[in-house]
């Protein structure tokens, strides 16, 4: 599983462990680190046009397993887009999952899904994970990578809604 911090109220994140969060194997990507917000992502990585992620569907999923403090299983299915003149190789990612009651939790790692995946023009790639949640949340956040001439660039995560059915 990929490092997670988590912001309690305090300016500097803590790291923490859970069933979706334990600290891991370190980080080898050279994209921020810092906790940050996606509207505050550092100026050397730049958005490149044509480059999107799609949320393709979020699933409650009560059958996998979770934490006695986050009983909440989301499969999330999202789809990276080249649509750009370029090709781009995705090197990492960082999530902000912000719960209703306040707590944030960030997820960074490199690569997605354990690879770093090439897209040339026109490819797209396709992948799920999933998250643990203790009450309804909100998720956000980026992925980072270059482009074959080594610019740096990024694309952002549309905010999407972990939001507990009725009957959970």
């Not at 887009?81 to 790692?109: D, F, P, Q």
Request: hydrophobic share 40%; charged share 25%; with cysteine.
């Amino acid at each position: 599983m990929a490092p997670c911090l988590s912001i309690a109220s305090a300016p500097q994140p803590r790291s923490v462990s859970n069933a979706n969060c334990a600290v891991s194997q370190p980080i080898k990507a050279d994209f921020p680190r810092a906790f940050f917000t996606p509207a505050t992502v550092p100026k050397k990585y730049q958005e490149l046009e044509g480059l999107t992620v799609r949320v393709d569907d979020i699933v409650y999923m009560p059958s996998l397993d979770a934490p006695a403090d986050k009983p909440h299983p989301f499969v999330y299915f999202i789809t990276i887009v080249n649509e750009s003149t370029e090709r781009v190789r995705i090197l990492g990612r960082k999530w902000v999952v912000r719960e209703r009651e306040g707590e944030v939790c960030v997820v960074e790692g490199d690569g997605v899904v354990g690879q770093t995946p090439a897209l040339e023009p026109g490819d797209d790639f396709s992948y799920n994970s999933y998250h643990v949640i203790g009450d309804d949340a909100v998720a956000s956040g980026s992925f980072f990578g270059t482009t074959a001439e080594g610019k740096k660039v990024l694309a952002k995560v549309p905010e999407f809604k972990l939001e507990l059915p009725d009957w959970a």
